[in-house]
């Protein structure tokens, strides 16, 4: 049981370029999430689902896209790169429904964008 | 707007001794609180939770306080050990909701 696994770890990325960070969890988990974390902040969401299929917006989403074609698998795509979405990105997951439920995290990818 | 305050970026503990680190919110409909422990390079890790209607939550050495009145938060460490030393991050959600909002962070360093 690996938990929820995070691809890849470090990346550095030029203004303009596109990338997808991966994440996928094994806990059968209805709900995952994707945040941020940017240097003395703590984490922003950027985008979550409640489902395969169902994908809607955090509090910060802009510049991002997400999909949920599986339980298992949550990518969160970068299209434009920019220097603003320098950041450590942690995709979480939960059991999900019925009020508040405990989010596991996985190790984080930290982004440069030069 | 901050909604989940921590306004002390880092305390500094003796082993053995008590830790306390503290959150503020603003949002009186939060429902449910949080707090996170995060080593470096790693995620965030979930250490201890308490519901509003409840002012007090305890697992092992870690107790969480809950004053309404105040909107304040407070997690409580006793005793402290080295292992302890890393980022907390106080966090709270809206009844019925799985999304949280997370305050900055503190570091907490325990000293031998």
């Known amino acids: 049981n690996a938990g929820v696994t995070q691809t890849p770890k470090f990346r550095i990325l030029k203004i303009g370029q596109s990338m997808t960070l991966q994440c996928t969890q094994d806990?059968?988990?209805?709900?995952m999430y994707w945040y941020r974390q940017d240097p003395g902040m703590g984490l922003k969401l950027i985008y979550y689902?409640?489902?395969?299929?169902?994908?809607d917006k955090g509090e910060v989403p802009n510049g991002y896209n997400v999909s949920r074609s599986t339980t298992e698998d949550f990518p969160l795509r970068l299209e434009l790169a920019a220097p603003s979405q320098t950041s450590v990105y942690f995709c979480a997951s939960s059991r999900g429904g019925g009020g508040p439920d405990t989010q596991y995290f996985g190790p984080g990818t930290r982004l440069t964008v030069l | 707007d901050q909604q989940v305050k921590q306004n002390s970026p880092s305390l500094s503990v003796q082993e053995g001794r008590i830790s306390i680190l503290n959150c503020d919110y603003t949002n009186s409909m939060f429902d449910y609180f949080l707090w996170y422990k995060k080593y470096p390079a790693e995620g965030p890790t979930f250490l201890i939770s308490i519901s509003s209607i409840k002012d007090k939550n305890e697992d092992g050495r870690f107790t969480v306080f809950l004053n309404k009145s105040a909107k304040h938060l407070s997690l409580h460490i006793v005793p402290s050990q080295p292992g302890d030393s890393a980022v907390y991050f106080c966090?709270?959600?809206?009844?019925?909701?799985?999304?949280?909002?997370f305050g900055t962070g503190t570091r907490l360093q325990v000293f031998p």
């Open positions: 689902s409640v489902g395969a299929g169902i994908t």
């Open positions: 966090a709270a959600s809206f009844y019925n909701t799985d999304k949280l909002i």
């Open positions: 806990m059968n988990h209805n709900y």
